[in-house]
């Protein structure tokens, strides 16, 4: 056989090892793909994973542990190499340190296919299964943008923004120059405007912001106040089937207006809104009627009635295009990791 094949058989056995289930075979083998240098980047490329983000013992874990060695030939195979490896390498330079790691010709083709698609985007589909997010009146862009403290805003579609702002790295620890300390930079992202077609809402078109860590951290309750007194009104919701656990939020002017929490005590806080006294008068059975006896206990049908329901659903259209910031003024929203979706 000749060395070449060798050598690629070999690899693919170690890459093969990196999924077993002893953590020591495991551990071995990532030492000797890694100890092979910059020859194992063209070995393990091929199985560089496209849009998702990268787990444990993966070719995205060797290329990353190789790191500046990687770095190099993945833009060599850039400039140079024919064939489908120069997607893989696109996509692997994008893993390893974001839109940094990418040079300016490239950088620039990623910004077109961006245009491209906001053009060809429709109907956007939300990740409900993501499970927390605020709303925002549209027209308070501006407000919530400084109320918030978001910095760098780059255009991106629904399905990009997404996937950064729940599946991927959405964080990245900023060291300050000054002193030991560091800071915690944060990705959001902000849908298009969503207008409801249902003309009973008080207000009928909304953006959502999505950021599981910005929100988890900062509480999505604070967050909705601080959007609240800029923006006017502002929600939070919540939905963890894992947990069986709902939530929502309501604050106006700063201040809770309602609330429900599965696991809060109470559970609700503030007078039951229009919507909730309309579910409990017209129960169509006992059974409706003592559900909704306190009021909604759910966050989807909170949204549905308040501002716009998660998920793609008929009464919803869109307008304009969603936005990609993050919460630190000097930290460029190109700086997080990972391949994402487009």
Same mark, same amino acid.
């Given at each position: 056989?000749?060395?070449?094949?060798?050598? &690629?058989?070999?690899?693919?056995?170690?890459?093969?090892?990196?999924?077993?289930?002893?953590?020591?075979?495991?551990?071995?083998?990532?030492?000797?793909?890694?100890?092979?240098?910059?020859?194992?980047?063209?070995?393990?490329?091929?199985?560089?994973?496209? %849009?998702?983000?990268?787990?444990?013992?993966?070719?995205?874990?060797?290329?990353?542990?190789?790191?500046?060695?990687?770095?190099?030939?993945?833009?060599?195979?850039?400039?140079?190499?024919?064939?489908?490896?120069?997607?893989?390498?696109?996509?692997?330079?994008?893993?390893?340190?974001?839109?940094?790691?990418?040079?300016?010709?490239?950088?620039?083709?990623?910004?077109?296919?961006?245009?491209?698609?906001?053009?060809?985007?429709?109907?956007?589909?939300?990740? &409900?299964? &993501?499970?927390?997010?605020?709303?925002?009146?549209?027209?308070?862009?501006?407000?919530?943008?400084?109320?918030? %403290?978001?910095?760098?805003?780059?255009?991106?579609?629904?399905?990009?923004?997404?996937?950064?702002?729940?599946?991927?790295?959405?964080?990245?620890?900023?060291?300050?120059?000054?002193?030991?300390?560091?800071?915690?930079? *944060?990705?959001?992202?902000?849908?298009?405007?969503?207008?409801?077609?249902?003309?009973?809402?008080?207000?009928?078109?909304?953006?959502?912001?999505?950021?599981?860590?910005?929100?988890?951290?900062?509480?999505?309750?604070?967050?909705?106040?601080?959007?609240?007194?800029? =923006?006017?009104?502002?929600?939070?919701?919540?939905?963890?089937?894992?947990?069986?656990?709902? =939530?929502?939020?309501?604050?106006?002017?700063?201040?809770?207006?309602?609330?429900?929490?599965?696991?809060?005590?109470?559970?609700?806080?503030?007078?039951?809104?229009?919507?909730?006294?309309?579910?409990?008068?017209?129960?169509?059975?006992?059974?409706?009627?003592?559900? *909704?006896?306190?009021? =909604?206990?759910?966050?989807?049908?909170? &949204?549905?009635?308040?501002?716009?329901? =998660?998920?793609?659903?008929?009464?919803?259209?869109?307008?304009?295009?969603?936005?990609?910031?993050?919460?630190?003024?000097?930290?460029?929203?190109?700086?997080?990791?990972?391949?994402?979706?487009?």
């Amino acid at each position: 056989m000749p060395d070449a094949d060798a050598a &690629a058989s070999l690899t693919q056995d170690l890459f093969a090892d990196l999924s077993a289930t002893n953590r020591s075979t495991r551990e071995g083998a990532e030492d000797a793909l890694v100890a092979l240098g910059v020859e194992a980047v063209d070995h393990v490329l091929p199985y560089v994973r496209e %849009g998702r983000p990268a787990g444990l013992g993966d070719a995205e874990g060797v290329l990353r542990r190789l790191g500046a060695v990687a770095k190099g030939r993945l833009r060599e195979i850039r400039r140079r190499v024919p064939g489908r490896l120069r997607r893989k390498a696109l996509v692997a330079l994008a893993a390893l340190g974001g839109g940094e790691g990418i040079e300016g010709a490239d950088l620039r083709a990623l910004e077109r296919l961006v245009r491209i698609r906001l053009l060809e985007e429709g109907a956007v589909r939300l990740p &409900a299964e &993501a499970g927390r997010w605020l709303a925002f009146p549209a027209d308070r862009f501006d407000d919530a943008v400084s109320a918030l %403290g978001l910095h760098d805003l780059r255009p991106a579609t629904t399905v990009t923004g997404a996937a950064a702002a729940t599946g991927f790295p959405d964080r990245v620890e900023v060291p300050n120059s000054a002193d030991s300390r560091r800071s915690t930079a *944060y990705r959001v992202f902000v849908t298009p405007e969503l207008t409801s077609r249902r003309r009973t809402l008080p207000i009928r078109n909304w953006r959502l912001l999505w950021g599981n860590s910005f929100i988890d951290e900062l509480s999505g309750f604070t967050l909705a106040d601080r959007l609240s007194r800029e =923006c006017g009104e502002a929600h939070f919701y919540s939905a963890d089937p894992y947990n069986q656990a709902e =939530c929502w939020y309501v604050s106006r002017a700063g201040r809770l207006v309602r609330s429900y929490g599965t696991y809060a005590d109470p559970q609700f806080a503030g007078e039951p809104l229009h919507f909730e006294v309309a579910y409990r008068n017209n129960a169509a059975t006992p059974r409706e009627a003592a559900e *909704y006896a306190d009021g =909604c206990p759910y966050a989807s049908t909170a &949204a549905r009635n308040l501002s716009v329901q =998660c998920d793609f659903v008929p009464d919803i259209r869109t307008q304009g295009h969603g936005w990609l910031a993050n919460t630190h003024p000097e930290v460029p929203t190109f700086r997080f990791s990972g391949a994402l979706p487009v």
